[in-house]
């Protein structure tokens, strides 16, 4: 029994019609409702379009729906941006409050953070303790050199 690929055929796409589904058979070969066939490796090859997946949200058995105040415009930005996981995302932002203290970043702290390659919050958190190991060591090297200088001053004074 062929299952779907979650990809469009390229034979298809190359013909003009780009939303031919691809389905597999053993996982070994995709072939569409169109007729073509062709071992895994050869349509990977051909970089087939993937179908993107549509998340559907679906409360869980101990959720609610609560009404809560808003500015509408807010509102309708966040809907529009987030779609499907609007709920979601609002849930999880409450679970986070609730769990402990939540660090907020705002749109221009996390571009740069980007911009020095962190992408999420546990390489925040990595970053840091890296940050305070550092400050540990230049602390350490600091007090290391001003004993090398002290013992350094003191011996040009006896040579004196």
């Known amino acids: 029994m062929a299952d779907r690929a979650y990809m469009y055929c390229p034979y298809c796409r190359n013909q003009g019609n780009a939303r031919a589904e691809l389905l597999i058979d053993n ?3 995709f072939h569409c409702l169109m007729g073509h066939r062709a071992p895994r490796a050869t349509m ?10 549509e998340v559907h949200f679906k409360p869980g058995p101990n959720d609610v729906k609560a009404e809560i105040w808003v500015n509408s415009e807010v509102l309708m930005q966040a809907k529009e941006k987030l779609g499907q996981r ?16 939540p660090v907020v970043i705002d749109g221009q702290q ?17 970053v840091a303790k890296l940050n305070n190991e550092l400050a540990g060591q230049v602390d350490s090297l600091t007090e290391q050199l001003n004993r090398w200088e002290t013992r350094f001053s003191d011996a040009m004074a006896s040579a004196k």
Do not use: Y
């Open 27 to 29: 996982n070994t070969d």
């Open 44 to 53: 990977m090859a051909l970089q087939p379009e993937m179908i993107p997946t």
């Open 86 to 101: 609007f709920h979601p995302t609002i849930a999880s932002l409450i679970r986070c409050c609730m769990a402990g203290e």
């Open 110 to 126: 996390a571009a740069e953070l980007r911009k020095l390659n962190v992408k999420n919050g546990a390489e925040m958190v990595a």
